[in-house]
């Protein structure tokens, strides 16, 4: 059977510039978010991935057209605002879908929006989400697996946004938008703090909307009858730099990594400062230099401004690696390992106990057959790729194209030996050697 993959021959050093790409997890809130807006909406720097064309899909089917002009930008427009479901085979698709109800119901009183569902990397209730909107006002059923929400005009409140792992992103973003036109003020506590939450109320107070106390925990908006339109650039892409620093602590080298905000991966910067590489911090560039082993660390996936959980599983593969013991903890969602089993066939020892991982580092893993069970997993997947020992081939590449604008070609102009090919037949890795004893080192925590 015929079966897209990478084939990563690893053992190559990175060197030279490479670009991020705009955010995936600002981009997708946005485009919910313009179902608001009254008057046509141009976005730039949107990255082409999958879950960008997924949820022009979801608003193609609300009534609103988009179109890509010829420099690059997003051209939205709402041209039918009778329409207000957004159907299980797109949400099942993507999560993020479920950041069209909060828009919906606010701009057009009603949302029949699926719910989404659970993933590979946990449950993902959408609880938070509901309570806030009914506390706005919605009244809301689930009926067949559809959440039915309908209110004549929201009524501004108070509601907390504060679950068991944290606020919840993606439900700050629906109360978020669906407070900006509510009647009266909403204060939003436990708000997610975010820098994609931040960028979406940005582009709301674009579109005219009045919010205060972004990038904190708890944010006011005074709701108002009708938005604008706006013309709104997406930050940079702070889990896609995240992972190309990593690539580079991981193959080692020289990498310039541009057009970032640093203080968006601040904790980061930290924990990678630990493991012994060198950063050069500028203001919109990171240049890192990366020879030898890492040094094992311990590091907490939290919150923002904790490290994500979106670069766990990258942070696992470089401390498969690592001189020592490291411990990986992920507070956001505690049971998102299933990357352990597969870095596991690269010869990576690694002991999962509840929401925590003990990585004994080797010198080198092994090239392998491993598939990516989502889209974290799949970065992590390549990142090992690049140290391991012979080649390894990496499988589910549609949960990679999610998330990353052409992770493998930016990796192979860094000198990476990666190539994007479609493999007819069994797919063999070489036979790579037995990995040596891990040694142990104290290790920092983060
Ligand atoms: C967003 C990101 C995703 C990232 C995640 C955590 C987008 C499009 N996706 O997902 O990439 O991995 O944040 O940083 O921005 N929870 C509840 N009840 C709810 C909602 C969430 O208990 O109603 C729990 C979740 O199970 C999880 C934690 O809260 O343990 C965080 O989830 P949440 O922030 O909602 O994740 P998403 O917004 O779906």
Redesign the pocket.
């Known amino acids: 059977m015929a079966m897209e993959c990478l084939r990563i021959i690893g053992g190559k050093r990175l060197a030279g510039s490479v670009r991020v790409s705009g955010s995936?997890?600002?981009s997708?809130?946005i485009l919910a978010a313009s179902i608001l807006a009254e008057s046509p909406v141009a976005l730039s720097a949107l990255p082409r991935l999958a879950?960008v064309a997924t949820l022009l899909r979801v608003l193609h089917q609300l009534g609103i057209a988009s179109t890509y002009q010829p420099c690059g930008d997003l051209l939205i427009e709402t041209v039918d605002a009778s329409r207000s479901r957004a159907g299980h085979r797109l949400v099942s698709r993507m999560?993020?879908s479920?950041?069209v109800l909060g828009p919906l119901l606010a701009r057009r009183g009603k949302a029949v929006v699926s719910l989404p569902g659970g993933c590979n990397?946990?449950?993902?209730?959408?609880?938070?989400?509901?309570?806030a909107l009914a506390a706005l006002g919605a009244e809301i059923s689930i009926s067949h697996g559809y959440v039915i929400a309908s209110a004549r005009r929201l009524r501004g409140t108070h509601v907390c946004m504060a679950?068991?792992?944290?606020?919840?992103?993606?439900?700050?973003?629906n109360v978020l938008c669906a407070a900006t036109r509510a009647h009266g003020i909403t204060t939003i506590s436990g708000a997610?703090q975010?820098p994609?939450i931040e960028d979406l109320g940005r582009f709301l107070q674009r579109l005219g909307a009045q919010i205060d106390g972004l990038g904190s925990d708890t944010i006011t908006v005074r709701g108002q009858a009708g938005l604008g339109g706006a013309v709104h650039r997406v930050i940079p892409d702070r889990?896609e730099a995240g992972t190309l620093l990593l690539a580079a602590a991981i193959a080692g080298g020289t990498v310039h990594v541009e057009g970032l905000i640093p203080a968006h991966v601040s904790r980061l910067l930290e924990a990678l400062d630990a493991t012994g590489v060198s950063l050069d911090v500028g203001t919109g560039h990171i240049t890192i230099v990366a020879c030898g082993r890492p040094r094992a660390v311990q590091i907490t996936a939290l919150?923002?401004p904790g490290i994500?959980?979106?670069l766990q599983a990258q942070w696992m593969a470089l401390l498969s690696l690592a001189d020592g013991q490291s411990i990986i903890r992920d507070e956001?969602?505690?049971g998102r390992f299933l990357h352990a089993a597969e870095l596991s066939r690269m010869g990576a020892r690694i002991e999962l106990l509840g929401s925590s991982a003990t990585i004994e580092g080797l010198p080198r893993l092994s090239g392998a057959h491993v598939t990516a069970t989502d889209?974290?997993a799949g970065a992590a997947l390549v990142l090992a790729g690049l140290a391991a020992r012979g080649t390894t081939v990496v499988s589910g590449l549609e949960h990679l194209d999610r998330?990353y604008v052409n992770l493998h070609e930016k990796l192979s102009r860094l000198g990476a030996n990666v190539e994007r090919r479609i493999f007819r037949g069994p797919i063999i890795a070489d036979v790579n050697d037995r990995p040596a004893a891990a040694l142990r080192r104290p290790c920092k925590r983060f």
């Open positions: 995936k997890n600002a997708l809130p879950d999560r993020a479920f950041c990397i946990g449950p993902r209730p959408v609880d938070l989400h509901l309570r679950g068991p792992h944290g606020p919840s992103v993606t439900g700050t973003a997610a975010e994609e889990i919150p923002y994500p959980s979106d956001v969602f505690p889209l974290r998330g």
